[in-house]
């Protein structure tokens, strides 16, 4: 079970950017019943949540610092998670992961859980 995070990118302030998050290893039933969420790790700084979907109908997470600027989506035919990124801001700059996440129907909370991809890096330049 392998998760493929990709996109990442050097980008200017204001600009955006779109992560995709492939699955393989999972059977399209499989990964249709996970949560998946992105997550971000800047340079001295702990690994935080960003924004996460649910299998079913649940509402997604969005961290607070996101303020409507990201919009997280799946296609399960593809078994692929989209982070649409707009109006990037220099303290965006991470390394973006995507994950299998534990996430609650309301979208109050979002954890990382088994599998974890390697991650992008995206920068932001001011």
């Known amino acids: 079970v392998q998760l493929q995070a990709s996109g990442g990118g050097l980008v200017q302030a204001g600009e955006s950017l779109t992560l995709s998050c492939a699955a393989s290893?999972?059977?399209?039933?499989?990964?249709?019943?996970?949560?998946i969420g992105w997550f971000r790790q800047a340079p001295g700084k702990q690994r935080e949540g960003v924004a996460c979907i649910s299998a079913d109908f649940g509402s997604p997470y969005y961290a607070n610092f996101v303020g409507g600027r990201f919009t997280i989506s799946r296609d399960k035919a593809k078994n692929t998670v989209h982070l649409q990124m707009d109006s990037l801001k220099p303290e965006d700059t991470a390394v973006y992961y995507c994950?299998?996440?534990?996430?609650?129907?309301?979208?109050?909370?979002?954890?990382?859980?088994?599998?974890w991809g390697q991650g992008t890096v995206v920068t932001v330049s001011s």
């Open positions: 994950a299998t996440a534990d996430l609650d129907f309301s979208g109050t909370y979002c954890f990382g859980s088994d599998y």
């Open positions: 290893g999972f059977t399209s039933d499989d990964f249709r019943d996970y949560a």
